[in-house]
Nanobody
Framework: QVQLVESGGGLVQAGDSLRLSCAAS????????MGWFRQAPGKEREFVAV????????YYADSVKGRFTISRDNAKNTVYLQMNKLKPEDTAVYYC?????????????????WGQGTQVTVSS
């Protein structure tokens, strides 16, 4: 069982930056691919970014490409989401998630473990 705890959310203005962190309890963290998702009120949970177990491959949603960067530090059992040039439409609860298989990366249902989420609010 992998426990994930997100942090770093908050209230910022449009154009600002935030860095989210997700700390994992499991020593085998490095064997999991890690994703970030977000969910705005009244909307479905959507894919934001994913990183492979060794950090060698990343994918992003078109809506965040060029603004967000996912990274990981396996020595610290932590995955990060650097968010730059934030927009009001980025407002959501952000979740990190872990999965073993490198497949169907954009689908929330395929992830094995989830954090509790951290709120990001971007004012205009």
């Amino acid at each position: 069982q992998v426990q994930l705890v997100e942090s770093g959310g908050g209230l910022v203005q449009a154009g600002d930056s935030l860095r989210l962190s997700c700390a994992a309890s499991e020593r085998t963290f490095s064997s999991y691919h890690m994703g970030w998702f977000r969910q705005a009120p009244g909307k479905e949970r959507e894919f934001v970014a994913v990183i492979s177990w060794n950090g060698g491959t990343t994918y992003y949603a078109d809506s965040v490409k060029g603004r967000f960067t996912i990274s990981r530090d396996n020595a610290k059992n932590t995955v990060y989401l650097q968010m730059n040039k934030l927009k009001p439409e980025d407002t959501a609860v952000y979740y990190c998630a872990a999965k073993r298989l490198w497949a169907s990366l954009h689908l929330p249902i395929n992830y094995d473990f989830w954090g509790q989420g951290t709120q990001v609010t971007v004012s205009s």
